[in-house]
């Protein structure tokens, strides 16, 4: 089946680490994107991609980095220079093409805790 | 970027139909207005979209008013099932790009 696979699930990290999430889909989508979800709130936009090899900042880009060397993978990297990491991270993707519509396929998330 | 508007709740009895509105002002002409839901601890989904004219799925309807300025998501028959959190956000279908979630409206359905 297609989808968006999102790993790991839950993931715990001290302070002043680094870490990385991972982001798949077999959908064939030009276009993913990472959003970030706090306790109570919508879904802020970190970052997204609408082709291999290129991507752009959203609204909270600070302390993450990202990379999209491939067309099915856009895993993003949680940064010692975040400062309140703990949230729900969300991984999309959709039809870039102009003139679709880009519906948005979601993985589950991956909840990151910092102790 | 076009932002949507949208009640922070609303209440629901089961097997009522619900209304959920969603004001896009700033809308432009090559905007699509897609409608997701999203369940605790789980990745939204989708629900519906539309550009111009009325649309309907298994799920629910979309309509849209005549100058394209608000749209409201109708559920014909409310179950407990659809409590969640609904976002309604605007597409560009020309440069896609950014797509920017506001708040949402929380539905609460009472059996």
């Known amino acids: 089946d297609g989808g968006i696979t999102q790993s790991p699930k839950y993931l715990f990290r001290k302070e002043g680490q680094n870490v990385t999430l991972s982001c798949e889909q077999n959908l064939n989508h030009d276009a993913m994107y990472w959003y970030r979800q706090d306790p109570g709130q919508g879904l802020r936009l970190i970052y997204y991609?609408?082709?291999?090899?290129?991507?752009q900042k959203g609204d909270i880009a600070e302390g993450y980095s990202v990379s999209r060397e491939k067309k099915e993978s856009f895993p993003l990297t949680v940064t010692s220079a975040q400062k309140n990491p703990t949230a729900f991270y969300l991984c999309?993707?959709?039809?870039?093409?102009?003139?679709?519509?880009?519906?948005?396929?979601f993985g589950a998330g991956s909840r990151l805790t910092v102790l | 970027d076009a932002k949507t508007t949208q009640p922070n709740s609303m209440e629901s009895n089961e097997e009522e139909p619900v209304h959920l509105p969603c004001n896009h002002s700033?809308?432009?002409?090559?905007?699509?207005i897609h409608w997701y839901r999203q369940l605790p601890s789980q990745g939204p989904e989708y629900v519906i979209h539309g550009l111009t004219s009325n649309v309907n799925n298994r799920m629910a309807s979309l309509a849209i008013a005549e100058d394209r300025k608000s749209s409201t998501l109708i559920l014909h028959r409310a179950t407990l099932r659809d409590a969640a959190v609904y976002y309604c956000i605007l597409r560009d279908q020309v440069q896609g790009g950014k797509l920017i979630f506001g708040q949402g409206t929380e539905l609460s359905v009472k059996p």
């Open positions: 991609s609408q082709i291999v090899n290129d991507f």
């Open positions: 999309a993707s959709s039809t870039g093409v102009a003139g679709l519509s880009g519906v948005l396929t």
């Open positions: 700033t809308i432009s002409g090559t905007d699509y």
